[in-house]
């Protein structure tokens, strides 16, 4: 047995540290905290640094200094505290340094509470701060995926060198499920941009000011041909009953928990409905789900939101098929038995 | 003390040339006639070189007039976002741990929309020098007014005048920073005359020697002309410097600790990865519980609901269920009510179990339902599954279950914790109780797993007794 029965929230911070992570920065919220308050108790006993900043501004520009001396750092907020880290992440993106910010969403806007929504994904996957920068997003639905990712979104950064975003909410974070943990410690390599203070690196430079329009246009020319690298080479999904699905449902994060439980039910009831899961929402699994557009004849989002995701369903789709749309919002996290009642008639409306 | 009147030439910390710099000239600053910055410079590139820090260096640079510090300096280099230089700054000593950090900040970037970051990081006591450049106007942006405009001072947006009443009165840095426990060495100088001059110097050089013997955060503010922003030429600019600024923002040392406070400690070296890993108790670990395929393969997917009142560790026992699934190789999930919910005074949880996946973790509908309280009862009856089983804590619920197609099950949970020593296990009772009715999984490896997680004899023991107590009870009353 090498399982651990955890929460979410805590096999983030253990898959952290054993990605290689030493420096955590972040101020407390709701429901994210467990993630601070793990850090916390783990750094002394793992030579870890960890600070709690006067701001979730502070916090973020405290970890902009520390990814530009090479350490592998990250913070961990929730929605209205990742409002006010947006200045930072543009910085970040635009110096192209590494680092990973979990988001365990909650309901908005203003304070709204700290029940689960889906609601960031606009400010999360579309950039957020000033400027034309994305940011790649880990969406993980399991405590499992919630260490995993983080490691994974640690390589990415040092990958591309650009910010990564856990994106998660209230749920996957509170969860507890079984966790395997990888047996080592990762080993971050020394960075030749990095400031280490020393003879051999102090003539880099962490910056994001460019003068002339021309070099920061050649700035931004750089930074969208990362993004389609990235594009190219980051898709991620999970599907479930897609190949032979009528009806594809999409969902990430803890609705795609529910509504795998409801397509399995109808599944047995006879439809053809599958459910298509993107792992990473930047980017956006678009290739995939293009493909299954060519035996899926109806696509539903479900998403704990307005109506965020469903757009780049409906881009990704280009009006080939219908997308229908169902979400709650505030907290409210529909019932089994209200997903079943909209997937069917849904299905019934486009397939019957 | 070092030699510093080698002021003659180019420091050796400045680049030879500044190649960063756009432009043809190379050779020198971009500050306008009679700007402070280019003396300051100077002097920290002195210090830099008399006390060989450069190496270790580095520099932030903020926003503001000196946004371009890093064309100068022969340091590392970082440029951080308006007023965030000493969280920047921090996080560079943080990484950086043998490493030295200057803060180069304006007063709109340090004294406005930085406020927090530099009190904050002050008051954590920083490794860091912080040089304050005090001219009381924003020069980059085009002569607005700063939180340093003295009264009366007009620029685009005091056109009228600095109104004390309606703008609040010049806010003075170094007094604040000194009031603070934490700032070894708080110094107001200027850049207005030789003699003066020569004090800024000194100041510099003892602030960064301090953080060169890791004395901790220290600040250096000076007073310094913007003949741009001030409108009047450099001399005139000089002579306001004299006579206005230095009078409103007295020079001097605000505060000077370096004889008695500490050396900061050294950092640790990183434990070892299997130390690391022993820490986050990550590894292989001996099964505690033997389970056969069979077993797995004939488990019937259990959705449990558990509630009571906030301290009767309702959520425990949730935990408690979920890992002993885990330890029997099915698929579970634990989710918590939290938040509100649970500061109303009841706790509930949601288990779910079975053998191959758990999709939703929502227990909405329940084939089992543990009532610690009344209250519990009555908001989850009626949610519980068609043949489903209700335990209900019979000590403190009076009422019986009143459909008659689900199976109920009372068990007196608190009075068998009380009488079997620990008042609080009831919640230890309660999972014992459903384990021994339903059989859903070995009871024995209940007590496997307890001796394995409680550390204490004495409480493993306890709970032992509370785990039979309850078998005892259901299997003599409720099967």
Redesign the interface.
Same mark, same amino acid.
């Given at each position: 047995m090498n399982k651990e029965f955890i929460k979410g929230n805590e096999a983030i911070v253990k898959g952290a540290i054993l990605a290689g992570c030493t420096h955590y920065f972040g101020y407390p919220i709701t429901p994210s905290s467990e993630v601070v308050h793990a850090f916390a108790q783990l750094a002394p006993k793992t030579g870890c640094t960890f600070l709690q900043a006067e701001s979730e501004v502070a916090a973020i520009n405290m970890v902009y200094g520390a990814a530009g001396c090479g350490v592998r750092v990250m913070t961990a907020s929730s929605s209205p505290g990742i409002s006010l880290k947006q200045e930072g992440i543009s910085y970040i993106a635009a110096a192209e340094l590494p680092c990973v910010i979990v988001d365990v969403v909650r309901s908005g806007p203003g304070l709204g509470n700290i029940f689960p929504e889906q609601s960031d994904y606009n400010q999360i996957v579309k950039g957020g701060g000033h400027g034309n920068y994305k940011c790649i997003v880990l969406a993980p639905n399991s405590a499992q995926e919630m260490c995993d990712m983080t490691i994974k979104a640690f390589d990415l950064a040092d990958k591309y060198l650009t910010p990564v975003y856990v994106l998660t909410d209230g749920y996957v974070g509170q969860m507890m499920e079984p966790v395997t943990f990888p047996s080592e410690v990762k080993k971050v390599e020394r960075k030749d941009w990095a400031l280490y203070s020393d003879k051999a690196s102090k003539h880099n430079l962490v910056c994001t000011i460019r003068m002339s329009a021309e070099e920061m246009e050649e700035l931004n020319i750089k930074l969208q041909k990362k993004y389609a690298e990235i594009e190219k080479n980051e898709q991620q999904y999970e599907e479930v009953n897609c190949k032979d699905a009528e009806m594809v449902v999409v969902a990430y994060g803890i609705t795609s928990r529910l509504a795998r439980t409801a397509v399995e039910e109808l599944r047995e009831k006879g439809m053809k409905i599958g459910l298509f899961r993107p792992q990473a929402v930047y980017p956006f699994p678009k290739d995939r789900l293009a493909e299954l557009a060519n035996t899926a004849k109806v696509f539903t989002a479900l998403e704990l939101s307005n109506g965020q995701m469903v757009d780049d369903v409906r881009l990704t789709l280009n009006g080939k098929r219908p997308v229908e749309f169902y979400g709650r919002m505030g907290g409210v996290v529909p019932t089994h038995k209200e997903i079943v009642e909209v997937l069917s008639s849904l299905y019934k409306k486009h397939l019957a | 003390m070092e030699n510093l009147d080698n002021t003659i030439g180019k420091p050796q910390s400045f680049y030879d040339t500044f190649e960063?710099k756009?432009g043809k000239d190379k050779q020198i600053v971009h500050y306008c006639p009679g700007c402070g910055h280019g003396r300051i410079h100077k002097l920290i590139a002195e210090a830099l070189d008399s006390l060989e820090m450069?190496?270790?260096?580095?520099f932030?640079?903020p926003v503001g007039c000196s946004?371009f510090g890093?064309y100068y300096f022969?340091?590392? $280099?970082?440029?951080?976002?308006h007023g965030?230089a000493p969280?920047?700054?921090?996080?560079?000593?943080?990484? $950086?741990k043998?490493?030295?950090v200057i803060s180069y900040q304006g007063d709109g970037d340090l004294a406005a929309i930085g406020t927090?970051?530099i009190?904050?990081a002050a008051n954590r006591g920083e490794n860091m020098t912080v040089i304050f450049v005090n001219n009381g106007i924003y020069g980059m942006t085009g002569g607005q007014m700063a939180p340093t405009s003295l009264e009366g001072q007009k620029t685009a947006t005091s056109p009228y005048g600095r109104d004390i009443a309606d703008m609040g009165a010049p806010i003075r840095m170094s007094e604040i920073i000194a009031k603070l426990d934490a700032p070894v060495y708080v110094e107001r100088v200027s850049v207005s005359d030789f003699k003066n001059i020569n004090k800024a110097k000194k100041a510099i050089h003892t602030a960064l020697k301090a953080q060169k013997d890791r004395k901790g955060f220290t600040f250096v503010e000076v007073l310094s002309a913007c003949p741009e922003g001030w409108k009047l030429s450099p001399v005139d600019a000089i002579k306001r410097l004299q006579d206005v600024m230095e009078t409103y923002y007295p020079l001097g040392q605000y505060k000077n600790e370096l004889e008695t406070r500490p050396t900061k400690a050294e950092p640790?070296?990183?434990?070892s990865?299997k130390?690391?890993?022993t820490?986050?108790?990550?590894?292989?670990?001996?099964?505690?519980i033997n389970v056969t395929d069979t077993f797995v393969k004939n488990f019937k997917e259990q959705r449990v609901r558990i509630s009571g009142f906030g301290g009767q560790g309702v959520l425990l026992a949730g935990?408690t269920l979920? $890992?002993l699934a885990?330890?029997h190789e099915l698929?579970?999930?634990?989710?918590?009510s939290?938040?509100?919910e649970m500061r109303g005074g009841t706790a509930n949880c949601h288990v779910m179990i079975n053998n191959s996946?758990?999709?939703?973790?929502?227990v909405?509908?329940p084939n089992v339902l543990i009532a610690m309280n009344g209250p519990s009862l009555d908001e989850f009856e009626n949610t519980v599954e068609a043949g489903g089983t209700i335990f209900v804590n019979s000590s403190i619920v009076d009422k019986k279950v009143k459909r008659t197609d689900v199976k109920a099950v009372y068990v007196p949970m608190t009075n068998i914790a009380e009488d079997a020593g620990i008042k609080k296990a009831a919640n230890m009772v309660a999972v014992a109780a459903y384990l021994s009715y339903s059989k859903a999984m070995d009871l024995n490896s209940l007590i496997d797993l307890l001796k394995v997680n409680f550390k204490k004899k004495e409480l493993v023991d306890a709970n032992i007794k509370v785990i039979h107590a309850a078998k005892e009870y259901v299997e003599k009353n409720c099967m």
């Open positions: - | 960063r756009p450069a190496d270790e260096t580095v932030v640079s946004v890093y022969d340091t590392g $280099n970082i440029q951080a976002a965030r969280a920047v700054g921090t996080g560079v000593a943080r990484a $950086n043998k490493g030295y927090a970051e009190i904050h640790l070296p990183r434990p990865d130390d690391i890993m820490a986050l108790g990550v590894g292989d670990k001996a099964a505690i935990t979920g $890992n885990m330890h698929a579970v999930t634990w989710l918590p939290y938040g509100p996946v758990v999709g939703t973790p929502v909405d509908k």
